[in-house]
């Protein structure tokens, strides 16, 4: 069982623009050649930030509209904001704020023998790192730069607590997926 951060990412290290927008993302290739189809299957729970989710809600969910679809993950979501959010009927989603910690001990219990998926943002995944809850980042980093914008991991990780390169493999003409391992976790 692993904590994982896995993501795309620009490649000057930027996660979205800077009014959240993804749009940069999706011309660069299918989902479907990643190995995000695998990753899913392996994850039995997901943290994500109030970005991230309402992210989710504008572009996915919908939530009042008819072209919405239904919350895409049959997984627990534990969803961390300090401010309160429109939650989604019928999933299972939990709106918790503060330190991780705790968080992760209930999202583990929830997950069973899978994994964690930090979601998203770069921010949660370094709250995740330093209290050393991160075991794994596997980012697809994208052929194009953004020059600005919400940074893929905003904290100075240098030395002993670097992550250590797992493996690195070509996906299209678009990505590079890369794996970390984070060596000093728990």
Not at 77 to 100: E, K, N, Y
């Amino acid at each position: 069982m692993k904590t994982q951060y896995y993501t795309a990412s620009s490649l000057d290290g930027f996660l979205a623009t800077e009014d959240d927008s993804l749009d940069w993302l999706f011309p660069l290739g299918d989902i479907n050649d990643t190995s995000y189809p695998a990753f899913i299957q392996d994850v039995g729970a997901l943290a994500m930030g109030s970005s991230t989710y309402q992210w989710m809600l504008r572009h996915v969910v919908k939530l009042g509209t008819q072209q919405g679809a239904p919350w895409p993950y049959t997984q627990p979501t534990w969803v961390f904001s300090s401010r309160p959010l429109q939650p989604v009927p019928d999933a299972s989603i939990r709106f918790v704020r503060g330190d991780v910690r705790p968080v992760h001990a209930e999202m583990h219990a929830a997950a069973g023998d899978k994994n964690i998926w930090v979601v998203g943002g770069g921010d949660l995944v370094g709250q995740f790192h330093d209290a050393g809850l991160l075991d794994e980042v596997i980012v697809q980093v994208g052929s194009v730069t953004l020059g600005r914008g919400k940074p893929l991991l905003p904290r100075r990780i240098v030395g002993a607590d670097a992550f250590r390169l797992v493996s690195a493999q070509r996906v299209g003409d678009g990505f590079a997926e890369l794996r970390y391992e984070v060596p000093l976790a728990r």
